[in-house]
Each structure stands twice: as structure tokens, then as C-alpha cells.
């Protein structure tokens, strides 16, 4: 049984996004292949694009029961493990903006107390480094995931670890997921120019 996602269309402009993010496609590829190959669930790889992340590669899982992503979805920085392990390292003046896009698009009566624990979780992103989501964008569907950041240290991207939420209930199965992305998220960074042991962005102990 495949489980297969797709929100479809603006190819073209998702081609331009893909040229402009070539080079980190180059880099993140070898070690998304070995996070595949250590955890065989789904992993993604998006980059930030105005108000959302945009996947631009992404390595299936083998498993019967799987989360598929399609190449080009476009999906919330506020939902999700992908997007809050972005947002949560943009500039305050960003989070706040988005923040603000994210009320405008929720139910009104419970706006303020979902922006309010949208705030709470970046908190915790922030100190942890990862980020961790449980049926936010999908229901059944689980990720995991840490950003990427270029040489100034801005996030770029995220790369997240999904599958069905079943498979994401055991914290020792989720420790160990958050130590592979704390272990090459900041490797790949290094990779793209960013000098962590300059100005570390999150704690190294492993929270789940």
C-alpha cells in the first residue's frame, strides 16, 4: 500500500526554484541517501520560497506503508516538521510576518491560541534543533526534521524524516532519528559555508 500526496501544479514556477537551489540539491543528496538507508522512511529535502517550503527532492521509502511526497509540493513554514525547523531560525521580524499570515488563515475563533502554541513549539525548535509533528498538514502522517543553513546563517531549507504516524510513537526510535539529523544537518550546513563552530544556532542535547 503506497500512501501518495500530491497538491499539484505551478511546475514552472517550482522549476525556478529548483535551478535557484541546485547547488544545495548537489550537497544534501549523499546525505538524505544515508539518512534513507539508516531509517528507510520517506526523506525530503525543501527550501524556503515566500511564504512557504517547496520540496525539491525527495527519497521514498521501501516499506510497503509509506509516505509519498511529490517533488515541487508546496506546503506551510507554520505546519509541520518542515516548515517550523525553518521558521523557527528566521529573523524575528520574519516569524512575526508569517505568524500574522499564519492568523489570517486559520479558524478565527481558535487563531489566537493555535498562534499562541505555534510559538510555544518554535521555542522548543529552537533549543532542540529539530522539530517534531504529528498529523499537522496530514492526518496519520509523522515527520521529523532540522534546518539548513547557509553561511550567513539563515535557514534555507529543512530536511525531514516522515512516515505514518504509527511508525513515529516510540521515543527511542525518535531519538535516534533526531541524532542522525542533529549529526549531518550541521555537517551539510558546514558543506554550504556556514561555520557552526563560530556560532552554534541550537543546543545538541537530544529532546524527545
Known amino acids: 500500500l503506497r ?11 517550482w522549476a525556478g526554484v529548483y535551478t535557484a537551489t541546485s547547488n544545495l540539491n548537489i550537497h544534501a543528496l549523499p546525505y538524505m541517501k544515508t539518512i534513507l538507508n539508516e531509517t528507510n522512511e520517506t526523506v525530503s529535502l525543501y527550501v524556503v520560497e515566500g511564504n512557504e517550503r517547496v520540496c525539491v527532492e525527495r527519497l521514498e521509502s521501501r516499506q510497503n506503508v509509506r509516505i509519498v511526497e511529490s517533488i515541487g509540493q508546496r506546503l506551510k513554514l ?5 516548515g517550523k525547523a525553518i521558521l523557527a531560525f528566521m529573523e524575528e521580524s520574519e516569524i512575526e510576518r508569517i505568524l500574522k499570515v499564519a492568523a489570517s488563515e486559520l479558524n478565527p475563533k481558535h487563531a489566537a491560541k493555535e498562534i499562541s502554541q505555534i510559538r510555544d513549539q518554535l521555542e522548543v525548535v529552537r533549543h532542540n534543533g529539530y522539530a517534531i509533528s504529528h498529523g499537522e498538514w496530514l492526518s496519520d502522517a509523522s515527520g521529523i526534521a532540522s534546518p539548513i543553513f547557509t553561511e550567513t546563517g539563515t535557514p534555507v531549507g529543512s530536511i525531514s524524516i516522515s512516515g505514518p504516524s504509527q511508525r513515529f510513537q516510540d521515543e527511542t526510535r525518535l ?3 533526531a541524532d542522525l539529523l542533529l549529526n549531518y544537518m550541521p555537517k551539510l550546513s558546514n558543506d554550504l559555508g556556514y561555520a557552526s563552530e563560530k556560532s552554534q544556532p541550537f543546543g545538541t542535547e537530544t529532546h524527545v
Open 3 to 13: 500512501i501518495v500526496f500530491s497538491l499539484g501544479g505551478r511546475v514552472i514556477r
Open 78 to 82: 507554520y505546519a509541520g516538521s518542515g
Open 175 to 177: 531519538k535516534f532519528y
